[in-house]
């Protein structure tokens, strides 16, 4: 018989299977992937979940992961980029990656950078930026602008000559608009995936 305390390993394995097939297995098949030789195990398990939040139905009686499904685990303790801390398995918290990254989706858009035009500021090539839509911005804001018909990605900056688009690379210069700048967004966060 299922038991709660295997429920978190339960889950991983409904997630890793999203993440693979972007729906989840049928009653049938958790019993096969999870080694749960009943449905009422399963059923229970199924119950368990839906209690806890991480999983629904949908009006036709498929199961349907919910916002709750995609949270992580945050660890409760700062990763210092200096000396070892003291290591410990502690997790206190669990965020969600679009939560966390993104307060308003309507208006929110990734952009892929390309180029390292931005590298100094921990901007690299093929990064994707979060850019919240909008069209004004602070000075020092890294924003997506459109310079004279062209997208680029910069620091906005102003001088005694009006406004300018800062690289943070000393091989590029400074780009100072011809014919117009418009702001498309800023750049609220910033993914980076390590192969």
């Known amino acids: 018989m299922a038991h709660p305390n295997r429920d978190a390993e339960y889950l991983g394995k409904l997630q890793d299977y999203y ?17 749960l030789a009943s449905k009422s195990a399963v059923s229970a398990l199924v119950k368990r979940l839906m209690l806890a939040g ?4 949908t009006p036709d009686k498929r199961l349907a992961p919910t916002k709750r499904f995609f949270e992580r685990e945050l660890a409760d303790f ?12 502690a997790m206190s918290e669990a965020i969600s990656i679009d939560d966390y990254l993104i307060e308003r989706p309507s208006a929110s858009v990734m952009v892929r950078v390309k180029g390292d035009s931005m590298i100094d500021a921990g901007i690299h090539d093929g ?21 004279d018909g062209e997208y680029t990605l910069k620091t906005l900056s102003r001088d005694k000559q009006g406004y300018i688009l800062m690289p943070h690379n000393p091989a590029y210069e400074p780009i100072r608009p011809k014919e117009g700048l418009e702001i498309f967004g800023v750049m609220v966060g910033l993914i980076r995936k390590y192969k």
């Open 19 to 35: 993440a693979d097939y972007r729906n989840l297995p049928s009653y049938s098949l958790i019993g096969d992937l999870l080694g």
């Open 54 to 57: 991480y999983v629904d139905t």
């Open 78 to 89: 700062p990763v210092p980029a200096g000396l070892p801390a003291a290591a410990n398995d």
């Open 127 to 147: 990064d994707i930026a979060v850019v919240e839509k909008r069209h004004s911005a602070n000075l020092g804001d890294v924003v997506v602008a459109i310079v």
